[in-house]
């Protein structure tokens, strides 16, 4: 299975947006709408911010948007803060012999 | 509260093998799919294996196909894996992870340990 492409790093300044783009294959991200973005601290587990390409879980900010269109979702954040400086991970259901799962290689966020 | 509890963790020469197990509580168990997710030092998440809740279906990535057996014990309340044959790029954070509903393989975990260190060196 390959991971997902994902830019290595994005920054913005506080209360800007910024949005990350996740690449894949028909095979995954354009074949099905089970794609999920994970938050990252360090040190810490990853938190789940967003499932099913758009869906926020409870208690997520609606500040976090997802979206998708062809062979690449995304994730928005409005309204940076600074407690949102952390890796994100996007990750999607990929077809094969056998179900299987996929992430990306992760994004750096860095507010400024 | 829901929670997972990763042990089993630890040093390990390579070609030896492991068995981590996770302990859930909070929730309950029989009713979830279990994940269990890798992170290398410093790299990004890599997906291992996923449990069916009652065990009768298990999936696996190629990097760990034929060497890693997922299980569980749902009286335990307990996932487990083992891990053969290690290889020193299986050294990683290992983090058990429950499915998002009940009875379904989605691939959505909202709920993680706090992920146990192994570490495979000579």
């Known amino acids: 299975q390959s991971a997902l492409t994902q830019p290595a790093s994005v920054s913005g300044s506080p209360g800007q947006s910024i949005t990350i783009s996740c690449t894949g294959t028909?095979?995954?991200?354009?074949?099905?709408?089970?794609v999920s973005w994970y938050q990252q601290h360090p040190g810490k587990a990853p938190k789940l911010m967003i499932y099913d390409v758009s869906n926020r879980p409870s208690g997520v900010s609606n500040r976090f948007s997802g979206s998708k269109s062809g062979n690449t979702a995304s994730l928005t954040i409005s309204g940076l803060q600074a407690e949102d400086e952390a890796d994100y991970y996007c990750?999607?259901?990929?077809?094969?012999?056998?179900?299987?799962?996929?992430f990306g290689g992760g994004t750096k966020l860095t507010v400024l | 509260q829901v929670q997972l509890v990763e042990s089993g963790g630890g040093v390990v020469q390579p070609g030896r093998s492991l068995r981590l197990s996770c302990a859930a509580s909070g929730f309950t168990f029989s009713s979830y799919a279990m994940h269990w997710v890798r992170q290398a030092p410093g790299k990004g998440l890599e997906w291992v294996a996923v449990?069916?809740?009652?065990?009768?279906?298990?999936y696996y990535a190629d990097s760990v196909k034929g060497r890693f057996t997922i299980s569980r014990d749902n009286s335990k309340n307990t996932l487990y894996l083992q891990m053969n044959s290690l290889r020193a790029e299986d050294t990683a954070v290992y983090y058990c992870?429950?499915?998002?509903?009940?009875?379904?393989?989605?691939?959505?975990?909202?709920?993680w340990g706090q992920g146990t260190l192994v570490t495979v060196s000579s």
């Open positions: 992870a429950r499915e998002e509903e009940p009875f379904t393989i989605f691939g959505v975990v909202p709920i």
């Open positions: 028909s095979s995954d991200v354009g074949g099905y709408n089970y």
């Open positions: 990750s999607s259901y990929t077809s094969s012999s056998t179900p299987n799962w996929v």
């Open positions: 449990i069916s809740y009652d065990g009768s279906n298990k």
